[in-house]
């Protein structure tokens, strides 16, 4: 397991190492910039590809591409929400929630890849619109997450980024010699 897994149930004593590990990640990278590269990225390695390639699973227990597509999906609706509730409330409660049991329950595994990416896509849009128009009072405002505590918007940005780059690199890894550009 990776410090990028995060499960349900050590999730608020991992929050640290998590949060950490993501940043690092990220790194000096700009999160409206790398937020913006996702879909056309996908894009371009997804093209073409048959449904058995994304629906094979990276392992046994593992998700395919087309479930991560739908993860993303599903990630940037909770994000989308999450900031519009940072910016319209004082200190809002931020619910965490389950990755595994919403992939389950929401059967990303069976998840048709087009309609994943065109949730991904529209929603992705939807919120960078808005991401765009954000001054510093609004980044620093902040809600508190269940797990992880306190976190401005700045924070959910920055943090969606470096998901964002888990995700691509788990979707190569997924494809390995499928494309050879991944």
């Known amino acids: 397991m990776t410090i990028f897994a995060n499960p349900a149930g050590s999730a608020a004593a991992a929050a640290p190492s998590y949060v950490r590990a993501l940043l690092d990640l990220l790194?000096?990278?700009e999160p409206l910039e790398v937020l913006s590269e996702l879909v056309?990225?996908?894009?371009s390695r997804l093209r073409g590809l048959p449904d058995d390639v994304v629906r094979r699973p990276e392992a046994p227990g593992k998700w395919s591409v087309a479930a991560v597509v739908q993860h993303l999906a599903d990630s940037e609706m909770v994000s989308g929400v999450?900031?519009?509730l940072i910016l319209s409330e004082e200190r809002p409660q931020i619910q965490g929630f389950d990755q595994d049991r919403w992939a389950a329950l929401?059967?990303?595994?069976?998840?048709?890849?087009?309609?994943?990416?065109?949730?991904?896509?529209?929603?992705?849009?939807?919120?960078?619109?808005?991401?765009r128009t954000l001054g510093p009072a609004e980044l620093a405002r902040v809600g508190l997450h269940s797990e992880r505590g306190?976190?401005?918007?700045?924070?959910?940005l920055r943090l969606s980024?470096?998901?964002?780059l888990v995700h691509?690199?788990?979707v190569g890894r997924i494809l390995g010699g499928a494309r050879d550009d991944v």
Do not use: I, V
């Open 27 to 29: 790194g000096p990278r």
């Open 40 to 43: 056309p990225w996908l894009e």
């Open 82 to 84: 999450r900031g519009r």
């Open 106 to 131: 929401c059967r990303y595994l069976d998840a048709p890849l087009p309609r994943a990416m065109a949730q991904l896509a529209a929603l992705r849009e939807s919120n960078l619109a808005l991401w």
């Open 150 to 156: 306190e976190e401005s918007l700045g924070l959910l």
């Open 161 to 164: 980024a470096a998901h964002d």
């Open 168 to 170: 691509r690199r788990q």
